[in-house]
């Protein structure tokens, strides 16, 4: 069940998020997400994006606006299989404090009207399965619509 081949059209976002998602309270904010909400957390386990294994994705929907947050373990790959895809990033930046780099470097890329964004990830549930993950973000909400701050 590969995720990004799901957003070629409105219909195909909405039939792949009732197959392979189930709601949860609009209103829940996952720790791992903060300060983001999400509307729906995947029901399987065999999801993927650009043949990578999803340990898990959320997803927030508002009318025709959506935000897949993609879990994968770092050590497939994931920031070279998406410019190997998509070309490079339209946006990097990284965040520093006294010269010192905090998390990963923030990068961004786009296909059509979808912004992907690896962003960095802190686990800090402690998961023992979101060790080690980098957070995907990929829709074609705006960063104010992902916080809901509109």
Same mark, same amino acid.
């Given at each position: 069940?590969?995720?990004?081949? #799901?957003?070629?059209?409105? *219909?195909?976002?909405?039939?792949?998020?009732?197959?392979?998602?189930? $709601? @949860?309270?609009?209103?829940?904010?996952?720790?791992?997400?903060? $300060? #983001?909400?999400?509307?729906?957390?995947?029901?399987?386990?065999?999801?993927?994006?650009?043949?990578?294994?999803?340990?898990?994705?959320?997803?927030?929907?508002?009318?025709?606006?959506?935000?897949?947050?993609?879990?994968?373990? /770092?050590?497939?790959?994931?920031?070279?299989?998406?410019?190997?895809?998509?070309?490079? $990033?339209?946006?990097?930046? &990284?965040?520093?404090?006294?010269?010192?780099?905090?998390?990963? /470097?923030?990068? @961004?890329? &786009?296909?059509?009207?979808? *912004?992907?964004?690896?962003?960095?990830?802190? *686990?800090?549930?402690?998961?023992?399965?979101? /060790? *080690? #993950? /980098?957070?995907?973000?990929?829709?074609?909400?705006?960063?104010?619509?992902?916080?809901?701050?509109?």
């Amino acid at each position: 069940m590969e995720i990004s081949k #799901c957003w070629n059209s409105k *219909n195909d976002v909405e039939s792949y998020i009732r197959k392979y998602f189930i $709601p @949860v309270d609009s209103n829940t904010t996952f720790d791992t997400l903060f $300060p #983001c909400t999400a509307n729906y957390i995947n029901a399987v386990d065999s999801l993927s994006f650009l043949g990578m294994r999803v340990e898990q994705c959320w997803v927030k929907k508002e009318g025709s606006l959506y935000a897949f947050f993609i879990l994968i373990h /770092e050590s497939q790959g994931l920031e070279e299989a998406i410019s190997s895809v998509y070309g490079n $990033p339209r946006i990097k930046a &990284q965040t520093y404090a006294n010269d010192t780099p905090l998390g990963r /470097e923030y990068n @961004v890329w &786009q296909d059509g009207d979808i *912004n992907l964004e690896l962003v960095s990830f802190r *686990n800090l549930t402690k998961t023992k399965r979101y /060790e *080690n #993950c /980098e957070l995907l973000i990929a829709g074609n909400m705006s960063r104010r619509q992902l916080t809901g701050r509109h």
